[in-house]
């Protein structure tokens, strides 16, 4: 839970491991275990939300010209979230470093709560069964391979940011257009 509200933590690994336990000693229950890191994700991140919404802008907003975030540049990421905010929090749910700032991010770029929970709650159920039905079905196995396809994921993340960057920077005057052409000036 509080991976999803902007606490960099290890909860995939939490997940893994309590799995594995319930794998090999049966004294946990697996849906016990894929209902409780559903629920912890989903109220995680609903806080984290929260968080994003009441104090994200507000403070991009004052200290964001530190950082090269201005208007403009706020306006375009409110527009990426109008646009694809329930993939970026659905998919979001899945790679790590996304994962514990994708709840902060959408509340912070006003993203509809409403659509935020459906997305939240389907990749927080989605992302909970995956790694605890591996972990539980594959046991120890899918320690081997949980690393080089956690690092696969990484680096095919870092490839999607770097991807996005190059992308803004070309595009970025039309982006801005596009971004107040849909939501008007301040």
Not at 61 to 81: M, P
Not at 93 to 120: D, E, P
Request: one cysteine or more; proline letters at 3%.
């Amino acid at each position: 839970m509080a991976e999803s509200m902007g606490v960099p933590l290890p909860g995939e690994t939490a997940l893994v491991t309590t799995a594995l336990y319930a794998g090999s000693t049966h004294l946990i229950s697996l849906q016990a275990v894929v209902a409780t890191a559903s629920m912890a994700a989903i109220v995680g991140d609903n806080i984290g939300y929260l968080l994003g919404r009441l104090i994200g802008l507000p403070l991009l907003v004052r200290y964001g010209e530190r950082f090269r975030i201005g208007s403009d540049r706020l306006k375009v990421g409110q527009y990426f979230f109008m646009r694809h905010g329930g993939k970026i929090v659905f998919f979001g749910r899945f790679v790590a470093l996304l994962r514990t700032f994708a709840a902060l991010l959408a509340g912070a770029n006003r993203m509809r709560w409403w659509y935020f929970l459906l997305m939240n709650a389907c990749g927080g159920v989605c992302w909970a069964t995956v790694f605890a039905g591996a972990a539980y079905l594959f046991g120890k196995q899918v320690q081997h391979v949980k690393g080089p396809i956690g690092l696969l994921l990484f680096v095919v993340a870092i490839g999607f940011v770097f991807a996005g960057m190059v992308f803004f920077r070309r595009h970025e005057k039309e982006l801005e257009k596009r971004a107040k052409a849909a939501l008007g000036d301040p």
